[in-house]
């Protein structure tokens, strides 16, 4: 079955301290793979996306991901959180092309501490 | 401004009401979707439209109808057959011939019942 696992429902870390997110997908064909952030109250927004080449990419914000195919995984990371990254995160999959709908996993809440 | 706009942002549905919840986008993208969210579990697929005149029931159509009449708009009935409609939400958008399935959000709805 195709699926989206984010182990961490809540995180907390110390602003100025640096972050990893977990993902890990069950995809039966090549993935392509997406982390978005919702702020209280409002949609998603698309922090980065991995469709091929280099495993390791980069966002908006100061994110990156990356891709392990062997591990199934794509793990977000910021060096250093501020406290404005407090928000949910989600990692989805897709199939890459338009009109097939992405899966989503359950998010992982972010609260930065001072 | 391009962008996916959602309407009303709260909405209240008496007991055996219908009401409807409005997605408009000015981005010329031709694949349509509607997410509903609920603490703690993701986004689950509703309904989804490649083209106008189609569209395709996502996880949990049911107590939910949609109409694609128009590329740009792709408005979400909730039914008094859905029973337990209380939630936020999200419509998105893909482009059909590039993005390579990246989809763009709405700001959302949050609707309740009275």
């Known amino acids: 079955a195709q699926s989206v696992t984010q182990p961490d429902i809540h995180i907390t870390v110390s602003e100025g301290a640096s972050l990893e997110l977990r993902c890990n997908y069950s995809y039966g064909a090549t993935p392509y793979l997406f982390w978005y952030v919702q702020s209280p109250g409002q949609g998603l927004q698309l922090l980065l996306k991995?469709?091929?080449?280099?495993?390791l990419v980069q966002g908006i914000k100061g994110f990156e991901a990356e891709f392990k195919r062997s591990q199934s995984s794509f793990n977000l990371r910021k060096p250093s959180v501020h406290w404005s990254d407090a928000a949910e995160y989600f990692c989805a999959v897709g199939a890459g092309q338009a009109g097939t709908a992405l899966i989503f996993g359950k998010g992982t809440t972010l609260s930065v501490s001072s | 401004d391009g962008g996916i706009t959602q309407s009303p942002k709260y909405l209240f549905r008496k007991e055996g009401q219908n009401v409807t919840l409005s997605c408009e986008q000015n981005?010329?993208?031709?694949?349509m979707y509607w997410y509903r969210q609920d603490p703690g579990q993701g986004l689950r697929l509703i309904y989804y439209?490649?083209?106008?005149?189609?569209?395709q029931k996502g996880d949990i159509a049911e107590g939910y109808s949609v109409s694609r009449e128009k590329k740009e708009s792709f408005p979400l009935t909730v039914t008094s057959a859905q029973k337990n409609p209380t939630a936020f939400y999200l419509c998105a958008s893909t482009p059909r011939d590039r993005g390579n399935g990246i989809q763009y959000f709405g700001a959302g709805t949050r609707l309740s019942v009275l």
């Open positions: 439209s490649q083209i106008v005149n189609d569209f």
């Open positions: 981005l010329n993208h031709d694949a």
């Open positions: 991995y469709f091929s080449g280099d495993t």
